[in-house]
């Protein structure tokens, strides 16, 4: 009898806990024997009614550049006073914009923190104040963006929110120096990494093309699908019947299909500036006269970066590091491409002809 009591308040209490989220110990007239069942059961330190946890955020998004700090604001409290210091654990993880699986960032108890991977070293909670669980990220990389979830739980709450982090950049399309349509997937993904830049997501697209761009060719994204940005549409881009947008391949074959690539670059440490000793230069030259200066001839990703975020500016075209011809205008005029602003390319010319080159100077060159 005494047997088949218990096991009516374990299942009582079981299902207690389970729905602990949305039943307060003010509204469930059966608590009491719960609470009682408990205590006298020894569970000492476990206040399953007592305590209703909130985690939330006070944004949604956090945007930051590459080479620079973000803070992921996060903060939990309880819905009644707490009258001691509780112990939470806290933990953050991320699931990265081109898909995987959540992987560890962070976690911590009190004031002891430990932090994973290539997050090691750069990442740490703010701790400002009660409840403040922001994580600080320094020295942000192109590739960190994603979603991250923050995570605190105390005995057996367990609540979380949150938050993207995105990367303000510039998306640039970039084609094989064979031409139009020459790169799979991981071919893609190995160009931009070589031009110091990363696949674009499909946010950075779409939010480049708010901002405008407008091309024609497709291009991988990192999700492994194959797009292209139009904001004027013609017959040769799905037509003039089609509303602007991003016009979407779907997802292709990764080692079969052939395209171009949309690459994302964000703000650089360091400069790029055009040289031009007496006379113009072969390619071969171009990459010694960087050397000389103490630099390198600049990638693809770094003319764009410095033309985006610094400001470069300069009506002369220059060798870049994948032996291509580009000059990069904000304030367009005469002679000087097209009357939008950008970056202006004459593709890959013949190793021998001469122009002048783009040198790229890190700040601690
Ligand atoms: C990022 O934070 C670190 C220390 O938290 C600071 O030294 C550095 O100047 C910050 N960098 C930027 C770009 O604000
Ligand atoms: C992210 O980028 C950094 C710097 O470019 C690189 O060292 C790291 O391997 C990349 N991580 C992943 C998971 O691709
Ligand atoms: C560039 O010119 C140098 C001579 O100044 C020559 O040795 C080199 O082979 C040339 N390189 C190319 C790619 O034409």
Known sequence: MMICFLQTLLLLGAQLVLSGTSLTAHTVPNNFFYHNFLSGNGNKGIHFSDVKLHVDSAQSSVFAVRGGNATLPCRFWYESEVSSPREVRIKWSWLPTAGGHWTDVLVAIDSHSRSFGEFRGRVQLRQDFPGDAALLMTELQLNDTGRYRCEVVDGLEDKSTVIHLELRGVVFPYQHPHGRYHLSFLG?????????????????????????????????????????????????????????????????????????????????RGRVYYLQPSHKMNLTEAQQVCQESGAQIAKVGQLY?????????????????????RYAIIRPRKNCGPPEPGVRSFGFPPPQHKHGVYCYKSDDE
Not at 310 to 318: F, N, R, T
Request: proline residues 4%; hydrophobic residues 35%.
């Open 188 to 268: 893609a993904q190995q160009v931009c990494e070589e031009q110091d830049s990363s696949l674009a997501t499909f946010t950075q697209l779409f939010q480049s093309w708010k901002e405008g761009l407008n091309w024609c060719n497709a291009g991988w994204l990192s999700d492994g699908t194959v797009q292209y940005p139009i904001t004027r549409p013609r017959v040769p881009c799905g037509g003039h019947g089609l509303a602007p947008g991003v016009r979407s391949y779907g997802r292709r074959h990764l080692h079969l299909h052939r395209y171009d690539v949309f690459c994302f670059s964000s703000s650089l």
């Open 305 to 325: 970066a410095a033309w985006k975020f610094k400001g470069l500016d300069h009506c002369e075209a220059g060798w870049l590091a994948d032996g291509s011809v």
